[in-house]
C-alpha cells in the first residue's frame, strides 16, 4: 500500500477591486466650453443686430429687418471699393505667400547646404520683431520704389512677413514625406521637377491650404500697413474703411455694424472649407521641425 503526499493548497486571495478611472463628467467639459463659447459670440450677436435693425432701434432682436445699413455703407461710404482691393490683396498675398515658401520649404528639406541651420534661426527670430518697427524703414523703400499709395506694397510687405512661419510649414511637411517615393519617380525616368510635380505637390495640400488661408486672412485684416502706405480713399481696404465709420465726436454703430459683418463673412466662409485641410497641415507639418 503506497501513501501518497499532497502539498496543502494556499488559500486564494479574493480579487482586489480596481478603483475606477477618474472619469471627467459631461458638465465639466460643456460648461467651459459654453462659456468660453457665450464669452466669443455675444459680440458677434451684437454686430448683427446693430447691422440687422433700423437705426435709432433699441431692440434686443434685429426686428424688423432692414438692409439699409448694408445699403448705405457698400454704396454710399465705398465698401464696394474697399472689398475689392482687400480681395486683391489678399488673393496677391495668398500666391506670392504660398509660391515662394514651396519652393523654399522644398529646399530647406532636401538640400543640406551650409547655412542652413543659421537661416532657419534667422527665420524663427524675424518671428519676435514687431511690424510697426519696421514702418519706418519700409515706408522709405516704397517710397524710393514709387510704391507708396500702391495696393502692391502691401501685398509686398504682407508677403514678406509671412514668408518665415510659411516656409517653416511646408519645410516640415516636405520631411515627412519619404524622398524613396521621389527616387522611384526618378528611377522611372522623371526629371527632379517632374517628379516634385507628380508625387510631392499632390501630398502637399493640406500644407498648401493652411500657408495660404494664413496669408489671405492675415492680410485681409490687417490694418497697419494698409493705413501707413496707401493715403487715397480709393484704395483703402475693409479695416481702413471701418476705421473712418467712427467720427471724431459720434460713430456710426449701425454702418460700423453692417462693415464688420462684411468683412467678417468671408473669413469665416474661408475657415468653414479649409478648416479640415488647416488643421491637417498643421499637425502634420509640426512633426518635424
Given at each position: 500500500?503506497?501513501?501518497?503526499?499532497?502539498?496543502?493548497?494556499?488559500?486564494?486571495?479574493?480579487?482586489?477591486?480596481?478603483?475606477?478611472?477618474?472619469?471627467?463628467?459631461?458638465?465639466?467639459?460643456?460648461?467651459?466650453?459654453?462659456?468660453?463659447?457665450?464669452?466669443?459670440?455675444?459680440?458677434?450677436?451684437?454686430?448683427?443686430?446693430?447691422?440687422?435693425?433700423?437705426?435709432?432701434?433699441?431692440?434686443?432682436?434685429?426686428?424688423?429687418?432692414?438692409?439699409?445699413?448694408?445699403?448705405?455703407?457698400?454704396?454710399?461710404?465705398?465698401?464696394?471699393?474697399?472689398?475689392?482691393?482687400?480681395l486683391l490683396v489678399?488673393?496677391?498675398?495668398?500666391?506670392?505667400?504660398?509660391?515662394?515658401?514651396?519652393?523654399?520649404?522644398?529646399?530647406?528639406?532636401?538640400?543640406?547646404?551650409?547655412?542652413?541651420?543659421?537661416?532657419?534661426?534667422?527665420?524663427?527670430?524675424?518671428?519676435?520683431?514687431?511690424?510697426?518697427?519696421?514702418?519706418?524703414?519700409?515706408?522709405?523703400?516704397?517710397?524710393?520704389?514709387?510704391?507708396?499709395?500702391?495696393?502692391?506694397?502691401?501685398?509686398?510687405?504682407?508677403?514678406?512677413?509671412?514668408?518665415?512661419?510659411?516656409?517653416?510649414?511646408?519645410?516640415?511637411f516636405v520631411k515627412?514625406?519619404?524622398?524613396?517615393?521621389?527616387?522611384?519617380?526618378?528611377?522611372d525616368g522623371c526629371?527632379?521637377?517632374?517628379?516634385?510635380?507628380?508625387?510631392?505637390?499632390?501630398?502637399?495640400?493640406?500644407?498648401?491650404?493652411?500657408?495660404?488661408?494664413?496669408?489671405?486672412?492675415?492680410?485681409?485684416?490687417?490694418?497697419?500697413?494698409?493705413?501707413?502706405?496707401?493715403?487715397?480713399?480709393?484704395?483703402?481696404?475693409?479695416?481702413?474703411?471701418?476705421?473712418?465709420?467712427?467720427?471724431?465726436?459720434?460713430?456710426?454703430?449701425?454702418?460700423?455694424?453692417?462693415?464688420?459683418?462684411?468683412?467678417?463673412?468671408?473669413?469665416?466662409?474661408?475657415?468653414?472649407?479649409?478648416?479640415?485641410?488647416?488643421?491637417?497641415?498643421?499637425?502634420?507639418?509640426?512633426?518635424?521641425?
Amino acid at each position: 500500500m503506497t501513501t501518497t503526499l499532497t502539498r496543502p493548497v494556499a488559500p486564494t486571495a479574493p480579487p482586489v477591486a480596481r478603483k475606477p478611472a477618474n472619469r471627467v463628467s459631461r458638465w465639466q467639459i460643456y460648461l467651459p466650453l459654453g462659456l468660453y463659447l457665450l464669452f466669443t459670440l455675444v459680440p458677434f450677436y451684437w454686430m448683427v443686430v446693430f447691422a440687422f435693425r433700423p437705426r435709432g432701434s433699441n431692440s434686443l432682436l434685429p426686428w424688423p429687418v432692414t438692409l439699409d445699413n448694408f445699403e448705405h455703407v457698400w454704396t454710399g461710404m465705398g465698401f464696394s471699393i474697399f472689398f475689392q482691393n482687400s480681395l486683391l490683396v489678399g488673393v496677391a498675398s495668398l500666391v506670392s505667400t504660398t509660391v515662394i515658401a514651396l519652393a523654399g520649404g522644398y529646399a530647406l528639406a532636401r538640400y543640406d547646404f551650409r547655412g542652413r541651420q543659421a537661416f532657419l534661426i534667422g527665420m524663427l527670430c524675424t518671428q519676435f520683431i514687431p511690424g510697426a518697427m519696421m514702418l519706418i524703414p519700409l515706408f522709405e523703400i516704397f517710397r524710393t520704389l514709387g510704391l507708396v499709395n500702391s495696393l502692391w506694397a502691401l501685398v509686398i510687405a504682407e508677403t514678406v512677413f509671412q514668408l518665415p512661419l510659411s516656409l517653416i510649414l511646408i519645410s516640415g511637411f516636405v520631411k515627412n514625406i519619404p524622398i524613396e517615393l521621389e527616387q522611384a519617380a526618378w528611377v522611372d525616368g522623371c526629371s527632379r521637377l517632374r517628379g516634385f510635380f507628380a508625387v510631392v505637390l499632390p501630398m502637399l495640400r493640406p500644407a498648401l491650404v493652411a500657408v495660404g488661408s494664413f496669408a489671405f486672412i492675415h492680410s485681409w485684416n490687417n490694418f497697419l500697413f494698409a493705413l501707413m502706405f496707401v493715403n487715397e480713399q480709393d484704395k483703402f481696404t475693409l479695416p481702413v474703411g471701418l476705421a473712418f465709420t467712427i467720427g471724431e465726436f459720434s460713430a456710426d454703430f449701425g454702418a460700423l455694424a453692417a462693415g464688420g459683418v462684411v468683412a467678417a463673412v468671408p473669413v469665416v466662409l474661408v475657415f468653414a472649407v479649409i478648416q479640415r485641410y488647416l488643421v491637417q497641415g498643421l499637425s502634420a507639418g509640426a512633426v518635424k521641425g
